[in-house]
């Protein structure tokens, strides 16, 4: 299928708040629920939406995120080097990129994990170099999970759109109960959740203060939608400008391709996620991006092959403890 502009909306609104009903979605992107309910449907049978997940935010865990990027010599097996390397528990997902570094995520704890993360990278047969970008993304806040938050939580990790009366029966909390917690740890400030595409102008930048983001993982390829998804890796300057004006700067250059960024928090660098209809379409596309006297350098990553590998601590730790309550 092809993603035109009404399910770039759809997929960028559920990005930021997967728990949007067909109503409201339709009533925020100017159609009837009906339109919203069937592109849904088909984005999901086509698997553009791979899943909804209902994810604790890094503060919850006091945790942070980074992004590693491994070089390889080319005389060994990437597809080897991306399961070995996934192999470490902190690193939740990776892919290799078509002539580029392999790509890994990651959840650290301290400075102490975030070396080893990065040493264990280092170590593997193959790796020539690691360059590691802690993710600025938005923090979050703690909150105290009470039993009744727990037994909610049971029901809402495995499916984050579950209405809230069938929350409620599983639960066996009243409705008013149930939509009362999902506030406390959705929208503990009362506040409508921010609108994603609309806020794409600041990209993820803006700060959240729910414990819990409900959100979509989605999937962009010429597989599916005869499209190739990329990231573009672009340097400024930093002594000239900003992370945000270089995002607001391709978002208005390219409003069709553009889709949403992520910075580094350590180096003047960010990533933008692009769709372009042809592959040869990006040579010209960053040969534009490069001419900017802001901008230092610029260079496409392709995903190839994609793998998410072991449950994150943040996952393991809320398993606990609703493990815990239940008993």
């Given at each position: 299928?092809?993603?035109?502009?009404?399910?770039?909306?759809?997929?960028?609104?559920?990005?930021?708040?997967?728990?949007?009903?067909?109503?409201?979605?339709?009533?925020?992107?100017?159609?009837?629920?009906?339109?919203?309910?069937?592109?849904?449907?088909?984005?999901?049978?086509?698997?553009?939406?791979?899943?909804?997940?209902?994810?604790?935010?890094?503060?919850?865990?006091?945790?942070?995120?980074?992004?590693?990027?491994?070089?390889?010599?080319?005389?060994?097996?990437?597809?080897?080097?991306?399961?070995?390397?996934?192999?470490?528990?902190?690193?939740?997902?990776?892919?290799?990129?078509?002539?580029?570094?392999?790509?890994?995520?990651?959840?650290?704890?301290?400075?102490?994990?975030?070396?080893?993360?990065?040493?264990?990278?280092?170590?593997?047969?193959?790796?020539?170099?690691?360059?590691?970008?802690?993710?600025?993304?938005?923090?979050?806040?703690?909150?105290?999970?009470?039993?009744?938050?727990?037994?909610?939580?049971?029901?809402?990790?495995?499916?984050?759109?579950?209405?809230?009366?069938?929350?409620?029966?599983?639960?066996?909390?009243?409705?008013?109960?149930?939509?009362?917690?999902?506030?406390?740890?959705?929208?503990?400030?009362?506040?409508?959740?921010?609108?994603?595409?609309?806020?794409?102008?600041?990209s993820q930048y803006h700060m959240n203060?729910?414990?819990?983001?409900?959100?979509?993982?989605?999937?962009?390829?010429?597989?599916?939608?005869?499209?190739?998804?990329?990231?573009?890796?672009?340097?400024?300057?930093?002594?000239?400008?900003?992370?945000?004006?270089?995002?607001?700067?391709?978002?208005?250059?390219?409003?069709?391709?553009?889709?949403?960024?992520?910075?580094?928090?350590?180096?003047?660098?960010?990533?933008?996620?692009?769709?372009?209809?042809?592959?040869?379409?990006?040579?010209?596309?960053?040969?534009?991006?490069?001419?900017?006297?802001?901008?230092?350098?610029?260079?496409?990553?392709?995903?190839?092959?994609?793998?998410?590998?072991?449950?994150?601590?943040?996952?393991?730790?809320?398993e606990k403890l609703i493990q815990q309550?239940?008993?």
């Amino acid at each position: 299928m092809r993603i035109d502009t009404l399910n770039k909306q759809i997929l960028l609104e559920l990005l930021g708040n997967c728990r949007l009903s067909y109503r409201e979605l339709g009533k925020r992107l100017g159609v009837t629920s009906q339109t919203i309910r069937r592109r849904l449907t088909k984005l999901i049978t086509a698997k553009v939406i791979v899943d909804f997940n209902l994810i604790p935010t890094p503060a919850f865990f006091d945790e942070d995120e980074v992004m590693l990027l491994a070089t390889v010599d080319g005389y060994h097996s990437e597809s080897t080097l991306l399961e070995v390397i996934g192999e470490h528990p902190r690193i939740y997902f990776g892919h290799t990129n078509l002539d580029g570094p392999l790509r890994f995520f990651a959840h650290f704890l301290n400075s102490r994990e975030l070396a080893e993360i990065g040493r264990y990278c280092r170590q593997q047969h193959g790796v020539k170099s690691v360059e590691s970008h802690i993710l600025l993304r938005e923090p979050g806040q703690k909150c105290r999970l009470t039993s009744n938050d727990l037994k909610i939580l049971r029901w809402l990790l495995p499916d984050p759109r579950l209405k809230i009366s069938e929350l409620a029966r599983l639960s066996s909390v009243s409705p008013r109960r149930a939509r009362k917690l999902l506030k406390k740890i959705l929208h503990p400030d009362g506040a409508t959740p921010p609108r994603f595409y609309h806020s794409a102008a600041v990209s993820q930048y803006h700060m959240n203060s729910a414990p819990f983001t409900a959100t979509i993982s989605f999937h962009i390829n010429s597989e599916t939608t005869k499209q190739t998804g990329c990231v573009l890796k672009i340097h400024h300057n930093d002594v000239t400008t900003d992370r945000f004006q270089v995002t607001r700067w391709i978002q208005r250059q390219f409003p069709d391709e553009y889709w949403y960024s992520y910075a580094s928090a350590s180096t003047p660098v960010s990533f933008h996620l692009f769709t372009v209809d042809k592959i040869d379409l990006l040579e010209p596309l960053l040969d534009y991006i490069r001419q900017s006297p802001h901008i230092t350098h610029a260079e496409a990553l392709i995903p190839q092959l994609r793998r998410s590998f072991s449950l994150t601590y943040s996952e393991v730790q809320l398993e606990k403890l609703i493990q815990q309550a239940s008993v």
